[in-house]
């Protein structure tokens, strides 16, 4: 088929002898969640670890009319969440994806984890406690804390923002099914992650999930139709609400195992049409690769269509496959359209783990055509070279980790990272002050430390611009897939 020599080498599974590295998984995950560490906003509590960050955020405290209480008004606490990447606005699409994902990687590779499974709990945690917040007034969840303008307009420490901290919702007559489904999706996960080891706050993160749902599911309706200036073009959804729905219903279904979670799939899974679509704003493979799972002993009428569009789903990644259809740097790395390609990566890689282990446990390897098969080992084949190649086995040798290995990103577009830290600038920085910093092409004075960014060019160049944050700024939904793909290969590192 005409692939680069070095693909070729991938395609093998043989990229470490290319570059002669090999890599220290167990670090790479210890450093990975450490990352979510230097988003936190709020009051940060005395384990904090990345000490450079301090409290932020203290006044998204709100008074909103609320006719159920006297003097019908209500005080909402939304003090706390993460910043999804390297601005300080909370937007909840991603960040319960993100938080989904975190609870997915404890859930598939937890047990693998070791002495970092405390630190992704607390990392779950973080966002639970906040979304729980967010759903904490029956008819209303909260979508955002911040103005994205005023705040992109500002170059300036997340200690220090004095841009508006406007929190934005979506009620029963602004609807936002999408945002709701997945923050349902999110404490529904995490209550099952929770289930070993907190079993009350399990149970309270289950019941809020179900009641998300409902509200998402009955009062349907996009959040940018609602909330769009606002939301958009940051995080704009562009599949549709239908996907987050089933999302959500699937995750519930594995917390609970009630019918009427698999009877809402075996309805609404029809209405997904991009099969190959993984990330914040489509759930589609999420939903074939986890349902696949939970449906093993099933006889679900759906089951066939899930399966199919699973396998569909893998063979378009395969490079060899006659039905591929992402696109592969010279060096190996897996290209999608849009901004922030190592989502990509980290995100499929996941799903490759996770849908290998249902192969294998059902004795089945897939049918790309073509005489291409996809076996359990194949799917992990790919994963492994994606994940080295973010963490240096790459034409240039750099990892895409911040602090893991010897060359890494130095100036990444991260506010906090770029600016000197409260405690070497006690000082107010303003809303341009930091534009001189950020203009700096000197490396950021804070370690970010498990920061992945979002990656080289198709052509594997990465040129460590503050300014092109199109491949230098991190995110939470880059990291949190991730977090689980490196505990497989730490405790599987051949």
């Known amino acids: 088929m005409g692939f680069p020599q070095r693909l070729l080498f991938i395609l093998a599974g043989t990229i470490l002898s290319v570059t002669g590295l090999k890599h220290n998984y167990g670090e790479a995950l210890s450093k990975s969640i450490l990352f979510f560490e230097g988003q936190r906003s709020g009051k940060l509590p005395p384990t904090q670890r990345m000490t450079w960050r301090k409290d932020s955020a203290l006044q998204d405290v709100y008074i909103i009319p609320d006719t159920t209480v006297l003097p019908f008004l209500r005080k909402v606490d939304l003090v706390g969440g993460y910043y999804d990447a390297g601005d300080n606005v909370k937007f909840n699409f991603p960040m319960a994806f993100s938080t989904t994902m975190l609870a997915w990687s404890v859930i598939e590779f937890g047990k693998l984890m070791g002495p970092d499974l405390k630190h992704a709990l607390d990392a779950i945690r973080w966002a639970t406690e906040y979304f729980l917040k967010a759903t904490s007034i029956p008819g209303f969840v909260f979508a955002q804390v911040g103005d994205p303008y005023a705040d992109h307009n500002c170059w300036e420490r997340p200690e220090d923002m004095d841009t508006p901290r406007t929190a934005f919702a979506v009620s029963r007559d602004f609807p936002g099914s999408e945002v709701s489904a997945e923050i349902a999706a999110a404490l529904a996960a995490s209550s099952v992650v929770y289930r070993k080891y907190h079993i009350g706050y399990s149970t309270r993160l289950l019941q809020r999930a179900i009641k998300v749902f409902d509200f998402a599911d009955k009062y349907r309706g996009s959040y940018n139709d609602s909330l769009g200036p606002w939301v958009c073009p940051f995080y704009c959804d562009f599949s549709g609400y239908q996907d987050e729905l089933v999302w959500g219903a699937a995750w519930l279904f594995k917390a609970t195992k009630r019918p009427y979670y698999l009877d809402y799939i075996d309805k609404n899974i029809y209405n997904l049409k991009n099969f190959a679509e993984f990330g914040w704003d489509s759930k589609d493979a999420g939903i074939n690769v986890l349902v696949s799972k939970l449906l093993i002993n099933s006889s679900s009428n759906s089951k066939p269509f899930i399966l199919n569009n699973a396998d569909k789903f893998v063979c378009s990644v395969l490079p060899e496959s006659p039905s591929v259809s992402v696109s592969y740097s010279p060096g190996g790395l897996l290209f999608k359209p849009g901004g922030s390609n190592l989502q990509h990566a980290t995100a499929i890689s996941f799903l490759f783990l ?3 282990g249902y192969l294998k446990k059902t004795n089945k390897e897939i049918d790309c055509g073509g005489k291409v098969f996809a076996s359990p080992k194949r799917l992990k084949q790919i994963a492994r070279g994606q994940v080295d190649y973010i ?15 010897a060359k890494y990103p130095e100036r990444i577009h991260h506010r906090a990272s770029s600016l ?8 107010h920085i303003g809303c341009k002050g930091g534009s001189f910093y950020f203009h700096s092409q000197n490396p950021n004075p804070n370690l970010l430390v498990g920061a992945v960014v979002g990656g080289p060019d198709m052509k594997d160049s990465y040129a460590d611009s503050r300014a092109d944050f199109v491949h230098s700024e991190p995110t939470t939904y880059i990291n949190a897939p991730l977090v689980g ?6 405790s599987h590192p051949s």
């Open 420 to 427: 000197p830290s409260v405690d070497e600038h006690r000082g």
């Open 485 to 490: 793909v490196l505990a497989y290969f730490n």
């Open 354 to 356: 996770v849908y290998a």
């Open 391 to 405: 963490l240096g086995s790459n034409p240039v040798n750099m990892s895409y980790m911040v602090g893991y290995g």
